[in-house]
């Protein structure tokens, strides 16, 4: 289970290594994917990275806890994007993305990045 959180890990240090480069096609790119997705689909997903992240919490040597934390975040959140009608996912939808800052970008891009490492040195 160990692969699990390195995958995750590595993917995070990308994302917040991109967003923090290309803001703006970070956001761009979210936009677009945000958009066509059904929410059913973004609350499996959402659902099954919260599954197997609490599978592979154990095998971190010190964030247990606080991997099982993102764990339930990402349920919850699968929870609320299965409740959410259409309409509301894209107002929530439009209320993220239409704030178009290059610095708020780069503040999430360096949020991810530092979960990502820290992820990384649990392992």
């Known amino acids: 289970m160990k692969w699990i959180l390195f995958v995750v890990a590595i993917f995070w240090i990308v994302l917040g290594t991109w967003a923090n480069l290309y803001p703006v096609q970070v956001h761009e790119r979210m936009r677009r994917f945000v958009e066509r997705i059904n929410p059913r689909y973004a609350a499996v997903l959402a659902f099954a990275v919260g599954i197997m992240l609490m599978i592979a919490a154990p095998v971190s040597s010190q964030g247990v806890g606080f991997i099982r934390l993102l764990a339930l975040f990402a349920m919850a959140k699968a929870v609320v994007l299965a409740v959410l009608s259409r309409?509301?996912?894209?107002?929530?939808?439009?209320?993220?993305?239409?704030?178009?800052?290059?610095?708020?970008?780069?503040?999430?891009?360096?949020?991810?990045?530092i979960l990502g490492?820290?992820?990384?040195?649990?392992?």
């Open 87 to 113: 309409e509301r996912y894209q107002r929530f939808s439009s209320w993220w993305f239409d704030p178009v800052r290059e610095q708020s970008w780069r503040v999430w891009g360096l949020v991810i990045l």
């Open 117 to 123: 490492v820290v992820l990384l040195s649990w392992l």
